[in-house]
């Protein structure tokens, strides 16, 4: 797999241009017994580097499901999925483990951060699978948490963080390894507005530095801040259409009345 | 992932339960702490057997009169009076292989001195008994060939009797009585301490010229014993032959017919006390393994509680891309540090136990080296075989199945 342990220049190349992510046709299956749960019926989609998307649909739409599919994390029942040209099916449980760790960057729905650890020790997480050297890993994860804006704030547990600040921790960590992909399910679930907008500025701006963003969410107010906007319903694409005019997070941040005021 | 951070990891979840990891740990430090301790006081035991046999003296062969066997019953020592004073002269004449031997008489007493008085075994004999034991005196010194002929009231005390009749007067020269009869005692013997043949006290005894104890005690005239030292201990085999054709001979025993006698050989003896030492050792050992092993399905248990508990932080691992290598690593790792550290604590634990219990039997403290190897060796072993299965169920777990889990 010499495509995963290459140096990852994306994040500072926002020249580099191609498909990164192709779906062809992809189903999934939950078999509960004698009742058979259909996620996924048939989703086609391509997605080129640099990339910001949105998925947007209603509750059970199968938007998690399509995640965890583009994450490696779960395996469509049948279809294509190609990421960077390579057939997901065809690798092993540990290559797949590998393209987990360096090529994606997952924000799971709710948090998922491992309590009783800092900040600075969960972002460490990913680095620690990576075969990083300590010194780097510690500096990476430091360097995380600063461009989230929570440079302040490694040494505090979960438990002493806001949920924006979790949020935050979650994203820093999913960039740590320098990801091409950034996958967010629901990063702005249970935030109040600005700090949604908060994390739409961090967003959109590793989107600039040529990160591929794809983000789950249910609200149109969070979704403009993306360059495409897709819809799900009953696990298929109703709706695919570029976003024109979207605003610039930072712009919407200074008209907004911050928490102070 | 490297190993100093798997370590680092495990630690830290360890202690995040330290109740729970430490109780844990209690199981295998037991279990450690026990097969040291046993295993230490085990050869403890051995050796002491071989000092004392070798004390004791490995070419002495003790002749006991009786186990006949009469309608299918085996009868004990002394059951028989067909062993008498011209055996003894027979051996001594017609047995090449043997240097010395002694007569002797059986009988027990209640013994007084004063106000003080003490039930005992009397043995009777002739002086050279106490060389063929090799058997010093720490008092005074043996009755004379001469208080055999005549039947003297004199006596010879162990130990024991000296500090149960006595305590801190000196016994030489006082009188005490016998079955309502004085004697006058002539010496006291150094103690020997307690038989590892025999298991029995052998400081507990007094010795009198045998033919008092038969014709003043007993009444009887007829031998309970011979005691007999060969010339040397390889010897000795030869000897116990010797002397059993003659007895056998002098007996009338028809071939095909048991002995009316037993010669015991002291060689054979001590290689038996030695053997059972070592059984003595295994049966400690294995039953203290048996704590170790219930201490490794605690550790298996609480591994698979955590594995439980931690379900979703497996998930995340996997997520952000733990392979089930990594995964299966951290919890291996986890149970084979905390066997580790009980087994540490348990060898701790054990050399001092065997030092309590070694000291406190008087046997010389024997702290096995190959028993601390051992048990860190079974303890790792305890660790990664009862670790293998929980870290092993952690590793199959599926990522999203384990982040869903509540
Ligand atoms: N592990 C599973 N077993 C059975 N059914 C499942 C499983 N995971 C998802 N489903 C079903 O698949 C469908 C799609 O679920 P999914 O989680 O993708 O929805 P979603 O669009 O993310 O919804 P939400 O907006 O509420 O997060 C739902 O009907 C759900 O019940
Ligand atoms: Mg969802």
Redesign the interface.
Known sequence: MATISQPDVHVNAPGAHGTIIEIDDVHKYYDLGETRVHALRGVSLQIERGEFVAIMGASGSGKSTFMNILGCLDKPTSGRYLLEGIEASSLSKKELAAIRNRKIGFVFQGFNLLSRTTALENVELPTLYAHISKEESRKRSEQALQLVGLGDRTMHFPSQLSGGQQQRVAIARGLVNRPSILLADEPTGNLDSRTSVEIMDIFQRLNGDGLTVVLVTHEPDVAQFAKRSIEFRDGKIRRDEPIHDRPIAADVLKNMPTLED | ?DVM?IIRIAMRALA?NKMRSSLTMLGIIIGVGAVIAMVSVGQGAQQQAQQQIAAMGSNILFVGSGTVTRGGMRMGSGATKTLIYEDMLAILRECPAVQAAAPGSQSSAQVVYGNDNWATQINGTEPQYFDIRTWPFQQGSSFTPNDVDMAANVAVIGETVRKNLFGATDPVGETIRISNLPFKVVGVLAPKGTSAAMGQDQDDVIIVPITTLQKKITGQDWLRWIMVSAISREASYTAQQQITSLLRDRHRIRSGQDDDFMVRNLADVADLADQQARLFTVLLASIASISLIVGGIGIMNIMLVSVTERT??I????????????VQQQFLIEAVVLSLVGGAVGIMSGVGASYLITQTLGWPVLVSPTAIVAAVVFSMAVGIFFGFYPARKAARMD??EA?RYE
């Open positions: 992932m951070a995040r979703r932080e998930g995340i691992r996997m997520a952000i891309g733990a392979t089930e290598g990594d990522p999203i982040l």
